[in-house]
């Protein structure tokens, strides 16, 4: 069986995926082995090693590589203009005479010279010496795939719809695209549109804002999101649609800033100007109704073109879940389905999607699959966590399944703060059982307290993890975004007799971002969420990501298990292990 490797080398996001036999195995951020959030612009070399690993392979193994346009070690670029070509060698024996590391050089500058030499990229890069370097073996095949296409692909491919719409926006992908609008049928994707230009990127555009409200863009925006609920967004949208609107014929994004990357600098100093003296509130949901505004006026016109009535989402921009839902709630729409790795993290599994088309063509469209789970990073076994715990110094108990299951539901019940840590880690943004922290949903305060806790600032509750066979009964039009929402990708109205009694898990907006868990793909943390419905009547717990404020959710023991430590949780139910905090004594 082959094996094909993917890998995502973005400025922002760096991740690997293996596929095995046209199945895939293993996906992992670069920033789960690191310990460094959203690391980027780099070949991630410990996530290559850590999927290979996991699927039972090693780098001479690997017999397909696909990869984008990235950053690259300058070394494997070659130059296409002469004189730029001898600068560089000149520049990198200097480096090396004198004892520094290469430097890593934006493809896209290399992508875009070759364009102008009449050559392709890959004419450009020096295959044998990555292949030789990185060890792999000679005759493995390298190719690379445009970012908006493997965006589009992803969504497309494992909606599972067989033919639907797809869009992906973010900031920018490759020769300044940042949109694209698609027809996806049977594993082909037909381009319909495409917006062009930093001053017309959607992305950038809601970067800016989370900039501009003092928060980290490219971390942040969700933060933007859930404060956009408490304004008023009539008060600047006039001004706002100057700086992001859908084109008169409803196929792009458009703004009054066009050209290269100066434009969205221009955007910029524009948005801070009309923003000064207003509350941010105001500011963030101006924002978000313009966002939704426009990318609904492109979906309105995709479907009245296409004639279809289930659209794919990806890039940057699906991780907007209230936009998704204004999406679901149009009358055009019948379905909906976001890719869980929206970001460019996700992009490794569609580099390898893409290989594995080029080296058996025709795959794509006889293999159409629908994403069942994204537990696809590393599990541990019980001597690696039970070493990990004698090291800790911490007190444990090893339970079986089913005393672990009541244990872990009463503790909650009494309202203990959980860490959950279970088999394997998720792929992309969201917690989705296997490494979170749980609690119960009934008590508000809960999200200062923990918040406080984890040292983090939030305006959105945390999201809760319902029983999947419970969710009509819970929210309203589930049916447009059910498989969305096993991913947490998306927003639902909270039916009214339910927002007292789950508060904790209720924006202001009477919303939730609710995980809808399925025996099927994770028994366990379905067991203890059902068992805590027999305790207390309701049929979901809370659930936020296992980490603190600003790093990566924890992937191995003894970064979960530190979270007992420093006081993060009241308890920690990891593999068949118990082990309470200290300072909060035992339950029993």
Not at 508 to 521: F, I, K, M, N, Y
């Amino acid at each position: 069986m082959s094996v094909v490797l993917g890998i995502s080398n973005s400025g922002h996001d760096a991740s690997a995926a293996v596929l095995v036999g046209g199945r895939l195995v293993a996906a992992i951020a670069e920033e789960r082995l690191c310990r460094i959030k959203c690391i980027g612009g780099m070949i991630p070399e410990q996530a290559i090693d850590e999927v290979l690993r996991i699927a039972g392979a090693s780098r001479r193994d690997v017999d397909h590589i696909g990869m984008l346009h990235g950053y690259y070690p300058e070394e494997y670029l070659r130059r296409p203009a002469l004189g730029r070509e001898l600068v560089r060698k000149f520049k990198r024996t200097s480096r090396h005479l004198r004892g520094k590391q290469t430097e890593r050089i934006w493809s896209e500058h290399v992508l875009r010279e070759a364009m102008e030499h009449g050559l392709a990229f890959e004419d450009c890069f020096r295959y044998r010496l990555f292949l030789k370097n990185e060890g792999f073996r000679p005759d493995a095949k390298v190719t690379f795939h445009r970012h908006h296409a493997i965006h589009a692909l992803l969504a497309g491919y494992y909606s599972g719809f067989g033919e639907c719409m797809v869009i992906t926006a973010d900031g920018y992908g490759d020769l300044d695209e940042v949109h694209t609008s698609n027809v996806y049928r049977n594993g082909n994707l037909e381009v319909t549109a495409v917006s062009h230009g930093y001053g017309q990127s959607a992305g950038m555009f809601y970067q800016s804002i989370t900039e501009l409200l003092g928060f980290r863009p490219l971390r942040h925006e969700g933060k933007v999101l859930g404060l956009a609920a408490f304004g008023d967004p009539s008060v600047l949208l006039d001004s706002f649609r100057n700086a992001l609107r859908a084109s008169p014929d409803g196929k792009t994004f458009v703004s009054d800033f066009i050209g290269p990357e100066s434009a969205n600098r221009a955007r910029h100093e524009y948005l801070a100007s009309v923003i000064r003296g207003h509350s941010r509130e105001n500011v963030a949901a101006a924002a978000q109704q313009a966002l939704e505004d426009a990318f609904l006026t492109l979906v309105r016109q995709l479907a009245r073109q296409s004639g279809l009535r289930k659209i794919a989402l990806n890039g940057g921009v699906a991780a907007n879940v209230k936009l998704n839902q204004r999406i679901a709630a149009l009358t055009e729409i019948d379905d909906v389905f976001v890719f869980p790795g929206m970001s460019d993290t996700g992009n490794c599994v569609g580099t390898g999607l893409f290989a594995l088309e080029q080296a058996n063509p025709g795959f794509l469209s006889t293999s159409q699959h629908r994403l069942e789970d994204v537990y696809l990073g590393p599990r541990f076994s019980d001597a690696e966590i039970e070493s990990a715990l004698r090291d800790s110094g911490l007190g444990y108990e090893k339970l079986d399944e089913q005393a672990l299951v009541e244990r872990t539901a009463r503790a909650i019940h009494a309202g203990w703060v959980v860490g959950w840590f279970q088999g394997r880690m998720e792929f992309g943004p969201r917690a989705l059982g296997n490494r979170s922290m749980i609690g119960r949903p009934t008590d508000k305060s809960i999200n200062k307290s923990l918040n406080d806790r984890l040292e983090r600032t939030e305006f959105m509750p945390f999201a809760p993890s319902a029983l999947a066979e419970y969710a009509d009964e819970l929210f309203e039009n589930v049916g447009r975004a059910r498989h969305a929402a096993e991913f947490m990708t998306v927003t639902f109205d909270v039916k009214r007799e339910w927002h007292d009694r789950i508060s904790a898990v209720v924006h202001v907006d009477g919303t939730a971002r609710p995980q809808l868990v399925r025996r099927e793909t994770n028994p366990l943390y379905h067991a203890v969420i059902d068992r805590y419905r027999e305790l207390s009547g309701i049929p979901l717990v809370l659930n936020t990501s296992f980490n603190v404020h600003e790093e990566p959710i924890v992937c191995a023991p003894a970064e979960g298990i530190r979270a007992v430590s420093e006081d993060r949780i009241d308890a920690l139910a990891i593999g068949p292990y118990w082990v309470d905090n200290p300072r909060r004594g035992a339950f029993r």
